[in-house]
């Protein structure tokens, strides 16, 4: 597989919205729809934490403190990831990551991060 991409965040203000785009070079239809991906989020000083996750299945799961405002979706035609993020709080600040299991070996990929900064 290729390398997985992320797009979007930026500087948003509280209570404002954005979405975060991912996608992974080079990787046909049938291994997207087969892998888990998920979004990462990792603050200046704290560990590394997961906020979204949807399986091949088209099961999500959520952090409990995102839960009721972020949403994860998958757009299978396009190969792409999203992260919806509404209701956006200062403790959201991070650097978002997306990363993918592929289905067929197991195989991780993480992206490099895009940053959201949440300030008025």
């Known amino acids: 597989q290729g390398q997985v991409v992320e797009s979007g965040g930026g500087l948003v203000q509280p209570g404002g919205s954005t979405r975060l785009s991912c996608t992974m070079s080079?990787?046909?239809?049938?291994?997207?729809?087969?892998?888990?991906w998920a979004w990462y989020r990792q603050a200046p000083g704290k560990q590394r934490e997961l906020v979204a996750s949807i399986t091949s299945g088209g099961n999500t799961n959520y952090a409990d403190s995102v839960k009721g405002r972020f949403t994860i979706s998958r757009d299978s035609p396009r190969k792409k990831v999203y992260l919806q993020m509404n209701s956006l709080i200062p403790e959201d600040t991070a650097a978002y990551y997306c990363y993918s299991r592929m289905g067929y070996n197991n195989a991780d990929y993480w992206g490099q991060g895009t940053q959201v900064t949440v300030s008025s």
């Open positions: 080079r990787i046909i239809t049938s291994v997207f729809n087969g892998a888990t």
